[in-house]
């Protein structure tokens, strides 16, 4: 039995405080099981020189966990001088999945920073930094949408990520911290809200893993990004139909 | 009249949420106004190499802003690569302030590790720690004396902290962070329970000031560490009555 | 058509040369199409902290591009003072995936450390180091095995990797660089000499992509796959024999 | 008795050697016991970019120790790599407390850089820093005043600053290095040439203070800063005229 | 016996593989003996900050080792974070040698860096960098004289270099690695086709030399370097003739 | 004329003030001509790492600018997080130079670090530097000889140091700034007070030199370094003969 009494297909309980720093355009506290993040959106009118003069706006995001977000103390990043491998990736996915929905010419030359920290950390940080920063991207961009009189509203899509994993033989859905250190195969995966890919990442470190146990593994990950999205969407409101208005005149 | 209509001799509202983050041995929310850090006091069972083979303990403390505590947003400190001088600057002054209430020797061959994370910034973010940071200390160190069952309790009184300021020609208490930005005087004032000053640190970089107007602000400090001593005494609740023994023994 | 007339499940011409560096325990140039990288095995009889008196081995990969490996020069990280983010996330890809066909306890306590130095690129470049740091690492266990007489061989199968994409609408086997800057989805498979899944790293950063689209591109990896372990074992060639036997000897 | 047989309320003899760079627009040899630092100003016709398009000119400070200015050898900062926060908590000192007593209107768009540069240290090096580093600065300043003509002399008082400390339940002006670190209270004060207090940072770390204490120490500040600055007043010669005059404007 | 057979004026066996990477502007891999290294130009239509609006060109060079380049496996400076002493120097000698050679002015506003790569390192790198480096930059400035039609060809003279040493009493051409550990005086000439010197660096670290050493030490360099440009002329082959043009109108 | 009237043969006036930092075990502060420099010299009573357990002494070296030692402010190297090549080129060479007359064995498991902070600039500053760490590393040396008994004097010989070059056709001895600045070749030399060389630098990097050039300039450094090593003696008294002692024995 797994913690909770949760099934193999089953989410851990989920909350989205939206609002929850005053000076961010855009901010939520995302929490799923134990795991906690703070994501705020940044919004400001320039771009990193790569891309000026272009005409497309930028979204990028960072990650970092307080030190004792985790069972032991971490040594901070910024008194060791630089960034772990680990972080590098982890805000290096959240930028690339989060711009996958985002209309970047709809957006103009701007640029919108997602910063997930996590302050307690029990599993799926990453993931769960994605889904909440989401919805900070979302606040952020509707305020701007409002703001300067968009043209075009900037998100094309809904967007989460959950982790699964197999642990023993059986896959199973939102690995807590416990269970993805026994995990032998171990998949993050971000999904739109019309059941579309947006990254597939799976190690099979401690044992290489079959077409089958892949097959399984998508299936739960589709699950529990549907309930992802269905809970963004309550948090969201009235924001939520205008992405579903984008989707709509996307696919007529 | 200042925001919320409180007077020049009052405090902001001010909460403190124990045991905030579960992996801690000690933790707070603390809110002053706006302001809100998380602090978390970790234990470990060593010491930095300076303090080797002497059979005292040691405390310390880091301090670090979320990059988008602020109006504007803040490059991270990790990404620069380096600490800035502000930071090293309040990290050393909320280590030293917590170390002068603390029986080293009591503590044994320990490390405490104060972790101050500004996750909401208005003003008196170094204050807002020293003052919360003491109360994860406190319930740190109280699970220490209990679990190593010590032969005497490591913290010899409370200790909190705020600031006053010189606006215009009037001296307030607990500028937020508008108040700050408009004084010509600003001074950061750390007291213990007895009454007795641990730091102060007072600058009139746009003016400098008199003697008298010195004596109206560490009257003002005064008044605000009083109240706030009162709050942590409430929080920890029996932890409170173990500190006054400390207090109560010392005096005799 | 693609360049040098190839079809869509077609890799570019590969060769790998063996013992191209003289000092290192076990190396290789390999070449596939334009892209050329040098990968060195280096054996060390000594593992990292963490992994001290377990009794078992590590195996850990370092890459990198010289400054002129790329149509326009880029900067040494090594003169920019750290490793970039796509450089980390490269090299710890390229360990993990290693380390999933090495049995650990059987290396004992030493350590593999392959260094993958891309001399010239032209897309693919983290998949051939992978493809050819497993032929480097396979000289240096079995000169390994044979002068410290190791009771069981330490590699328990082939392993190889490939990049795959879509173009416009159409999958594609083995992205040179001009293909895969068109992609609308890249994605690197690594996979074992048993047709087992390592790492799958799907991406959609253009354009999300569907379970159909997923499928077929895996089933391009497997054929890109299957081709160079056979010129793995070529090139390996009695050491190719000691490979297959422990796969027997697992799979009886 | 103290060392040299100086009473409580004495300074250590003190020496300012004025132009002893040939190179620096201002620059003094200040020794005060055996304390003994190199100060430079450097003008330069630009200010940092945060203070660009305001007309106003900008005051900083660097402060650096040689490695062998103390009795054990300290490793270099540049051989660390990094400044550690006791020089950063000191370069911005002395930036700040030099800045109290500069007009930076009528400094005009430019900077100067003080260069505080320990060669041999007992005690006192921040504060010596300070002292030293207005003489130069105000032989820079005059200089700048007469070559471009300045309509307005940017200098409004004088500036000077001294270590006072509790040893054993004595309060002492100007402590040595053997002092320092025998005193329970430590307190650097920064005073104007008015009398005015610019800085006062006191700490008790191994001991609370109490109000009489703070009182007594800063008495005893007072009339080391009154000392200082008749010093500085004698090196400087018609210089010192011009900004007492500058004084006398203010205060009619 | 020196090893191969070689006399104490003979060199190791020189190859010079012109254009061994595409993306170069100009390109060889240089090998004397086992000391193998990549020497790319890269042409830049710009300038350092401190040579903009001159009129005049820059060349700078690059230095660094494969990890395994060596008889054991060097860190990679990119993890260390910063550039060791070694290489700093051998890279400023490498683009001070080269410039010695070059017309900046007939160059025009553009730099030319030389990125040297030991692959593989058995004494004498830095001196076969310099040969080495000579013409991959003659390719890549002949090229750009072409393609930008320049009035005057920006090479004056050839260049190459050779390292010299005594080992017990014997002076030798060509030094080894082993050999190289063994010199008690060890010594680098860069010089022209015209036989003048461009750089002498002597060591004596083990044991001073006398003025006869010397001597006998530039007359074996000039032996080695007369006979380095003879296979760097054949390998340039037209481009010689240009270089050997320039000279001839220079001594005229 | 050169400036001070002096001829192409001659030192500018050259002075030692021995002892001039109090803490340090030898010390001077050595003036050639406007370039001062203090150099320390630390006795530390144990190895780097490399040299452990080979019952051998170490020599090193450390070299820096104070920022306003030069005629334009220089950005500190501790500020800009690394040191610079020219400043590590010149440590490596200080720290060779003085283990070349430094009996290693005879020193025992120590090592002596010399510190050598230019304070002042005018040309010639590493050389100055070797001449006055030679001084204040035979102080040194001297007291440890006689503190710890030494079975032998561990120092074979003088050491000093000094610049040539070529102005315009005319080689001159010691060149300051200016002239450094229009020399077309530029050679440092390092001579024992046997007259032997330990260290010979020469660029011709605007032009190359002639075999004839070379000659002259050495024979002009040997002049300059007789000379200076006359200067040591003096400072050194008794303890020159010390030195001397060593080398007669040497030569016998």
Chains 1, 2, 3, 4, 5, 6 share one sequence.
Request: glycine content about 10%; overall charge neutral.
């Amino acid at each position: 039995m797994r913690i909770g009494g949760r099934t193999n297909e089953e989410l851990r309980p989920m909350k989205i405080t939206p609002h929850y720093i005053k000076h961010a355009e855009g901010s939520v506290l995302i929490e799923v099981g134990d795991t906690k993040v703070i994501c705020t959106a940044t919004v400001e009118e320039r771009v990193p020189p790569f891309m000026k003069g272009q005409g497309k706006g930028w979204v990028t995001a960072e990650y970092s966990m307080l030190p004792r977000a985790t069972q032991v103390r971490n040594q901070r990043e910024a008194a060791k001088g630089k960034l772990g491998g680990r972080t590098m990736e982890i805000q290096r996915l959240i930028g690339r999945a989060l711009r996958s929905v985002v209309n970047l010419e709809a957006l103009g030359e701007r640029s919108i920073t997602l910063d997930c920290d996590v302050i307690q950390a029990d599993g799926g940080t990453r993931t769960t930094s994605i889904t909440g920063a989401f919805v900070a991207m979302a606040f952020a961009i509707n305020k701007l949408a409002t703001d300067k009189n968009l043209a075009k509203f900037p998100i094309n899509d809904f967007l989460a990520s959950v982790s699964v994993g197999v642990i023993g033989e059986t896959p199973r859905l939102d690995l807590n911290y416990e269970e993805d250190s026994q995990a032998k195969v171990d998949m993050n995966v971000v999904m739109t809200g019309q059941g579309q890919f947006v990254e597939i990442q799976g190690t099979g470190e401690d044992a290489p893993f079959s077409r089958k146990e892949l097959d399984e593994l998508l299936a739960l990950a589709e699950i529990g990004i549907h309930t992802m999205i269905e809970e963004q969407s309550k948090v969201l409101g009235p924001i939520a139909d205008r992405i579903r208005g984008v989707q709509h005149a996307a696919t007529k």
